[in-house]
């Protein structure tokens, strides 16, 4: 059968149809399954990073704990004279950390930042699982306001070390606490400056900023990265001062324990003599006056009527103290006026002062030998701030080492260096027997050198 050139197109044309016309069914469904794997991916990656929080916050509440110490303050003269003090609970949070190769296992060693808890009483630890431990003092750091504490008798979970020098801005980060004594409270954020210079102590150093909610009671808590490992210590929050009008209301307010301390000294006074009236005028309707030893139900004794005085008068006094001191604190809290501006202490710093707390009960820092000072260099349209030596100590590793006044810092073991903060990072970095280098410049030329520093 021969078949004509008409029907051999109709049937190439049918076949052509059962082919084309599938395909575009199926090509205008494919957006929407592919969109379908999108969503299923989105899901994917969230439930994956639940389960890594989740994952971190059990290793952050093993090894995160609650401090709390009794701390004897001074209260208001107008409150307690004589130099009398008054006692108030003191709370912060704290890490258990490795404490090296010699460690007993049987004790456990904390850092936190408060070197107030060396002159407290009854330090006490309290663990997750509610169980509290007396703790003493290892050693402390007045420079940096860090303080090691050691728990004997039991060995409690431990946090890594990580690494701070690897975080970068966006890094993520949890925070164990206790805001407010709320126990184990655990915050997420991320890396937001790096090289942030604070105050710890009387040390500026450079700190690392956190959008991480962070509230009064957090001072020492663990920071760690998305492994669970340690990378830093809450060290503070940005706190603006109070305006005029703001400080005059809290003055006010401060005053009221007083004033209240002052009302019920007055009441107290105010009673005793009616019943010292009422005993003599008891004594004159008998024929005699009052005796400070006798007495009945009807008339007290002048004996009994100065031991409810002094009772009183001193409910009313330690009331007082009470308040004023709640009041103080109260004060001290306020003004976070920057929520999110945080500032945690790296762990670099932390392990270096911390292993050397529990070495030696304290912090062998290496001596430079060196004054210096910030100056501005001029160039031809812009200025530069940098740190100068201003004068060398004779005898010092400075001045055997070849360095000379006017060098400008450039570099202290490839760390640059602009401020106090990096020089004084770069300096406490150094252990005995470890060698520095450094990067001078001198009359436009780049000199460098490596010595140790005196221990």
């Known amino acids: 059968m021969i078949m004509s050139a008409s029907n051999f197109r109709n049937i190439v044309f049918a076949l052509l149809i059962s082919i084309l016309v ?27 990073y639940e389960r890594e929080v989740i994952a971190v916050s059990r290793v952050a509440k093993r090894s995160s704990v609650m401090i709390t110490a009794e701390a004897r303050i001074a209260a208001s003269p107008e409150i307690l004279a004589g130099g009398e003090t008054a006692t108030t609970e003191l709370k912060l949070s704290g890490v258990v950390i490795p404490g090296g190769a010699n460690q007993d296992q049987n004790i456990s060693f904390i850092v936190t930042v408060g070197s107030e808890l060396a002159s407290c009483e009854n330090i006490r630890v309290k663990v997750p699982d509610g169980r509290a431990f007396r703790a003493e003092t290892v050693g402390v750091d007045p ?32 925070v164990c606490g206790n805001p407010f004594g709320f126990e184990g409270t655990i915050s997420t954020g991320s890396v937001t400056a790096l090289r942030r210079p604070v105050v710890c102590g009387s040390t500026p150093l450079n700190a690392i ?23 830093g210590i809450v060290a503070s929050s940005f706190r603006r001062a109070p305006t005029p009008e703001e400080l005059q209301d809290l003055l006010m307010e401060m005053s009221a324990p007083a004033e209240s301390s002052r009302a019920a000294v ?4 105010e009673r005793l003599r009616e019943m010292i009236d009422d005993m003599n005028q008891a004594a004159g309707n008998q024929g005699g006056e009052a005796n400070s030893d006798a007495g009945s139900e009807e008339t007290p004794s002048l004996e009994g009527a100065l031991r409810d005085f002094l009772r009183n008068f001193t409910n009313g006094v330690e009331q007082a103290a009470r308040e004023q001191m709640r009041r103080q604190e109260a004060v001290r809290q306020s003004f976070v006026g920057a929520h999110g501006i945080n500032f945690f202490l790296p762990s670099a710093v932390l392990q270096r002062i911390s292993s ?49 006044r006017g060098d400008v810092l450039r570099e202290v073991n490839y760390r640059k260096i602009s401020r106090f903060a990096d020089l004084y990072e770069a300096l406490l970095l150094a252990t005995p027997g470890t060698r520095l280098r450094f990067v001078l410049e001198r009359d436009g030329e780049t000199i460098t050198k490596e010595f140790e520093l005196d221990f």
């Open 143 to 174: 420079a940096t306001d860090l303080i090691v504490l050691k728990v004997a008798g039991i060995d409690l979970a431990e946090v890594e070390w990580g690494s701070s020098d690897a975080l970068e801005v966006g890094s993520f980060l949890l």
């Open 266 to 269: 007055s009441q107290s006074e």
């Open 356 to 404: 050397d707390i529990i070495s030696h009960g304290e912090v062998k820092r290496g001596v430079l030998g060196a004054e210096i000072v910030s100056a501005e260099i001029e160039r031809d349209n812009w200025s530069e701030s940098v740190l100068k030596i201003r004068s060398v100590i004779e005898g010092s590793a400075a001045q055997r080492n070849g360095l000379l």
């Open 22 to 48: 599938p395909a575009a069914v199926f090509a205008q469904g494919a957006p929407a399954r592919e969109s379908g794997r999108g969503e299923s991916g989105r899901d994917a990656g969230l439930a994956e």
């Open 209 to 231: 900023q956190t959008d991480a909610t962070i509230n009064p009671g957090d001072t020492g808590a663990p920071v760690l990265n998305r492994l669970g490992q340690l990378v």
